[in-house]
């Protein structure tokens, strides 16, 4: 009989005269178990918060299922709620004081970012900030420092610096010439950037010795970063404008808040005590 339910509601809906249709409101009552009224809002406000991959289904799918999903979950809670124990009250009043609490805070996250405020978020991170120096460098990895020797009196000699990259780096850039692409500062490991940062381009540095071994490094190329533009970061700005203006909003709530925490000394081990909610 249940199963029947959604479809015959959505049925007569259907079959209503234009002028009857317009009054249809949230309010509008599907089906009725006991005395609990199940109703198009309640329809619409689970539907709201299905995952992303079943809103696109078809509307009398969801509307028959998610009709019948209220209505066997009413039935079920009905005789659950004879027998309520501790636990479960406490778990409701929990998602109670939970679900609210996030309703707030979706509300005041989700207002509008006012441009002003997208722009002096902007300005505070990325206005004083100059242009950022872009490296390319090519290095040619080797065990000791002689072998980093042999390597620079061979390119003044005239080797191609890829070359002896392919055939003598212990590095896993050996294979693609030395290349280490573009790289900013702290990105490398400090020696390495020290060395590279005083080169010119075109220019090979002398043995250089880190953790990994011995560095011969060319530095290809230099180029300036200009900072990014204020709708490339648009997406991460209002982000944070969004949390901090939660995070002002719990603050001064609960700032304002008639607040008494207990005095009562507890060990924080009881939480496990399970045995407290049995009745």
């Known amino acids: 009989m249940k199963r029947h339910i959604a479809s015959t509601a959505l049925s007569l809906i259907l079959a209503l005269p234009a002028a009857a249709q317009d009054s249809i409101d949230a309010g509008t009552v599907l089906a009725t178990v006991g005395e609990t009224e199940i109703t198009l809002g309640h329809v619409i406000a689970m539907l709201t918060v299905l995952p992303p991959e079943y809103q696109g289904l078809p509307d ?37 004081r939970a679900f609210l609490a996030a309703t707030l805070i979706e509300r005041v996250g989700n207002t509008p970012i006012a ?17 950022i120096t872009e490296y390319n460098a090519s290095h040619i990895l080797l ?32 294979p693609n010439g030395g290349a280490l692409g573009w790289f900013t500062a702290g990105m490398m490991v400090p020696t390495f950037e020290q060395a ?20 011969v490094i060319l530095l290809n190329e230099t180029r300036d970063q200009a900072p990014p533009a204020i709708e490339d970061v648009r997406a991460e700005l209002e982000d944070g404008l969004r949390r901090a203006r939660v995070e002002a909003t719990m603050q001064e709530l609960t ?25």
């Open 255 to 279: 700032a304002a808040a008639e607040i008494t925490r207990s005095a009562i000394e507890i060990d924080p081990a009881v939480i496990r005590d399970l045995d407290l909610l049995a009745e």
């Open 143 to 174: 065990d000791t420092e002689d072998d980093a020797q042999a390597v620079i009196a061979a390119l003044a000699e005239g080797a191609d610096f890829a070359e002896l990259a392919r055939e003598r780096s212990t590095g896993p850039s050996g």
């Open 60 to 96: 009398n799918v969801l509307f028959d299922g998610l009709l019948e999903q209220l209505v066997q979950q009413e039935v079920l809670a009905a005789v659950a709620e004879q027998d309520i124990g501790l636990t479960e009250r406490l778990g409701l009043e929990n998602e109670r």
């Open 115 to 131: 441009a002003a405020d997208l722009q002096a978020a902007y300005d505070a991170q990325f206005g004083s900030v100059g242009p």
């Open 196 to 215: 590279v940062f005083s080169l010119s381009v075109g220019e090979v540095s002398a043995p250089v010795e880190t953790q990994f071994g011995w560095h």
